[in-house]
């Protein structure tokens, strides 16, 4: 007789990676000499970590220190260090007790979910939209509630779309700078958007892990105006360190035991290794705004030549590492197109469809964290191949 198979198995791929594994299938393939394949569908730096984590790290792994499990929150030092960040880039002063070590950004998202809502409860978040959000809420029988969002708004949520939302939903999730789009809320907007939530009694969970990763736009925390908020961040952008899989949130006062409860239960602590080298990172800003400039130089270079390339419609780039290219004039299959693009020109991008199921086709996501050199070999080649 066939064993049951719960509904946690049916989440829906992340295509992503199947365009990673084509990508990596040609760049296998290729004889010597032919151009090699310019990533730019993957949404990681291609740096390592910072010299001042690793030299963290070899310094504790030389010293003999036991690494144990720590605290299911984490470290003090490194909750400290975090809560003292807020203080740093937004002036903000929270107790390090609000700060939850945990396994990445997406480490933090089960943990929230799971703290702040019920099976059955709706959560309502904006497409395109970054496909764990909606995978994970599935998963643990949580309703999402999907806003169309377009230009009009730089592809972010507004109050006047939550105000059409009858009734309420019991939470709702939003990130800026945003995943696949690269735009933001402006301060204000979040101001506006906190302000609502908390009148509505809806918990708003803010993505803020590409902090960090803005050009012209400030960026705000929701920690800022909502003590309600649960804000999820991440070493893995701005601090370069996606294999080391280590985040963190910022949660309100309410929520802190039902996440430590979750967090002894599911994973004990993040990596012990990791947290100390996330400690370390703090202090290593100067190398980090080396790459943060890298990647204002190639936006400026792929905003000026994508445009002649044939992707004039691109999402306003304030922050991350991403363009949305609207490619509804080449193409209304953006598998098909991506494929071809790859096929032809060696470039790998992300079809839009992982990100919006309803609009996705005639988008597509490049991502400009790769070496600069690329970037601008890119722009060429696409320019050459329209
Ligand atoms: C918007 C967004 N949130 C969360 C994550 C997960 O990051 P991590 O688990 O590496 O911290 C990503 C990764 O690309 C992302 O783009």
Redesign the pocket.
């Known amino acids: 007789m066939p064993l049951k198979v719960g509904k946690g198995a049916a989440a829906p791929p992340f295509l992503v990676m199947d365009v990673i594994a084509a990508a990596n299938a040609r760049a296998a393939a290729l004889p010597p000499g032919a151009p090699h394949v310019i990533r730019m569908e993957v949404?990681?730096p291609g740096t390592g970590a910072p010299a001042g984590a690793i030299a963290a790290v070899a310094a504790a792994l030389r010293s003999g220190e036991p690494l144990g499990y720590t605290e299911a929150l984490g470290r003090r030092s490194l909750r400290a260090r975090i809560a003292a960040h807020y203080h740093d880039w937004y002036g903000l002063t929270v107790p390090e007790a609000r700060v939850a070590v945990?396994?990445?950004?997406?480490?933090?998202?089960p943990l929230a979910f799971l703290a702040a809502f019920d099976p059955g409860d709706r959560v309502a978040l904006t497409a395109p939209f970054?496909p764990?959000?909606v995978n994970i809420l599935t998963a643990l029988g949580i309703q999402p509630v999907i806003l169309e969002a377009g230009p009009d708004t730089r592809f972010q949520p507004s109050v006047a779309m939550l105000e059409r939302l009858d009734p309420p939903p019991d939470g709702l999730i939003v990130?800026s700078p945003?995943?696949?789009a690269g735009t933001m809320l402006h301060p204000e907007e979040l101001a506006a958007i906190a302000a609502w939530c908390d009148a509505a009694g809806v918990r708003l969970i803010s993505?803020e892990?590409?902090h960090g990763l803005n050009y012209d736009t400030p960026f705000a925390s929701a920690a800022s105006f909502s003590p309600h908020a649960v804000v999820?961040?991440?070493?893995?952008?701005y601090f370069s360190m996606?294999g080391w899989?280590?985040?963190w949130l910022l949660l309100p006062e309410d929520l802190i035991r039902p996440v430590e409860c979750l967090a002894q239960n599911l994973f004990i602590s993040a990596p012990h290794i990791s947290q100390i080298a996330a400690e370390a990172a703090f202090d290593c800003h100067a190398e980090l705004a080396d790459n943060v400039a890298r990647y204002r130089r190639s936006r400026a270079h792929l905003l000026h030549a994508l445009p002649a390339a044939g992707f004039s419609r691109l999402s306003p780039a304030e922050g991350?590492f991403y363009l949305l290219a609207d490619i509804a004039d080449r193409s209304n299959d953006s598998v098909a197109f991506c494929a071809r693009m790859l096929a032809e020109t060696g470039i790998a991008a992300t079809p839009g469809v992982d990100f919006d199921r309803a609009r996705g086709n005639h988008f597509l996501r490049f991502s400009y964290c790769g070496p600069e050199a690329d970037m601008r070999e890119a722009a060429a080649r696409l320019q050459r191949w329209q």
């Not at 945990?102 to 998202?109: D, E, I, L, N, R």
């Open positions: 949404g990681q945990t396994v990445g950004a997406s480490g933090g998202f970054y764990p959000y990130a945003c995943n696949p993505d892990i590409y999820v961040n991440s070493f893995s952008k996606t899989r280590i985040g991350a």
